[in-house]
């Protein structure tokens, strides 16, 4: 069994990093700068990867929850906290790089506009998540109220996104571009934005791989411990 | 189901402690928002719908809290779960009570909201009435739910607002966006969308609180 | 150009905490898989007495 961790772990690791350091290069070196925006566009890159992965960690939060509360076995929350962990992680840097972006392009650092409203909300479900864990009683409780959430938060997010759209356009404001959809003309542009979501991919599934081995180590810790104390079977 | 419902509302119109602070703290946060505002300023007409919506909220949430410490604190909820009764019943049960006297504390705090900033007294408070139901229901939906989670963590009154703010954003911000539109007199098909995004909560968080509540509950 | 500066604040932001996330996850796996040593070795003897 260990094994297969150890190959997991040693194929993953320098495959993740492989991956970013291709993805700098063809961020820095290898795409041209966009003629409106200039350099700051590369961020764009970045950003968007991140924003797609943080979505999709809490999908994957929300469907493990469903097993979890379903199956019951130790592994969907350990991969439901682990997801959730990376995808806050995400969820932070989309939240950082998109107003550095806009800073510059757009003369503000916050707009209010759909998407990175919607982030900052999914920010918002993630801390609630993983402060749950803390505050909870002992035993499965906090893994069941945050799978609850995690459920709960996933069905309501494309609904909080569909709302916010719908209040932002109702009422046309400071910004009405949208973010990103500068056309992306150049296929050395695509290329590179394909290749940095691939990139972000892999760093994702390595993340959560190592932070899943550290929920799995702490398990094998408590159940050792018991052992220990117990003197028999846990 | 209707029992349970029963005795729910009992318990609250014998003592009336929750709806007390619902209207309380709904006026409370009314008359504190007034004060952002100068009087004389266009601003607080434009806010009005605003600051309705973040009383609903407030007081809503302190009356979700109380509605599970009283069976926390009784032990009560051993008793309720031991009836031969579906979990979702019970959810349904506590979700209908709380809109309940959430709706009751809407009742008087409304005709307040319109006293306070000045509102002409139009035809389209029917339908901002229409709104709050939508919006408390939907808020009593998903706010049940949590609130018996949150009753049972170590930061309870924090953890309810931490979790129902963010997930209720939809209903806050078509219930606003409806009671502007309203009470500036526009007609009720104007707004149709934004109430159908509401019903669409609804309904949707009805029948997911219904499913998960057993979970949240168990010991 | 100004812009610059943006540009490497972003990437700073994002390598930073990358970063420390990586490596302060790798000392606790490590720490952990040392504990689980450890307690094996003191199962062991508890077993062997």
Known sequence: MSSNRRLIDLILAPLAGLGMLLAIYMVFIYVPSDQAQGIVQRIFYFHVPLAIMTFLAFGVVAVASVMFLWQGTRFWDRLA??????????????????????????????????????????????????????????????????AILGIVGAVDIPIINRSVYWWRTIH???????????GLNDPRM?????????????????LVWVRNENARLRDAVEGMR?????GHEA | M???????????FRTKETLASLLLLGLLTLVVLSFAFDPASELRTEAAPGALWVAVIFAGVLGLNRSFLAERENECM?????????????????????????????????????????LPMTLGIGGVFLALAL????????????AAVAV???????MLPLLLLPLVVPIFIAGVKVTGQLLAGKPLADVAPWLNLMVGFDVIFLVVGWLVFEYAVEE | MENLSYLFAAYAAVWVLLFVYVVVLSRRNRALEREIDELRQLLQRHQAS
């Open chain 1, 172 to 182: 046309p404001a400071v910004l009405v571009t949208r973010e990103g959809s500068s």
């Open chain 1, 81 to 146: 906290h682990s997801a959730a962990e990376v995808g806050m992680l995400f969820c932070t840097l989309v939240l950082i790089t998109g107003p550095i972006w806009a800073r510059p392009v757009w003369g503000t650092w916050w707009t209010w506009d759909a998407r990175l409203t919607t982030t900052l909300i999914l920010w918002l479900i993630y801390a609630a998540y993983l402060m749950m864990r803390t505050v909870s009683g002992p035993g499965d409780q906090g893994a069941r109220y945050a």
């Open chain 2, 152 to 158: 049972r963590t170590r930061a309870r009154e924090v």
């Open chain 1, 190 to 206: 695509q290329a590179t934005l394909g290749f940095c979501f691939v990139a972000f991919f892999l760093l994702f599934v390595w």
């Open chain 2, 2 to 12: 209707l029992a349970l419902l029963r005795k729910d509302l009992q318990i609250e």
């Open chain 2, 135 to 146: 919006g408390v229901l939907g808020f009593a939906a998903v706010g049940t739910l949590f």
């Open chain 2, 78 to 118: 051993q008793g309720l779960l031991l009836c031969p009764v579906d979990r979702g019943t019970i959810y349904l049960a506590k979700t209908l009570g709380n809109f309940t006297f959430m709706m009751v504390a809407q009742l008087m705090i409304v005709p307040i909201f319109v006293f306070f900033f000045n």
């Open chain 1, 226 to 230: 018991q052992h220990v104390l117990t």
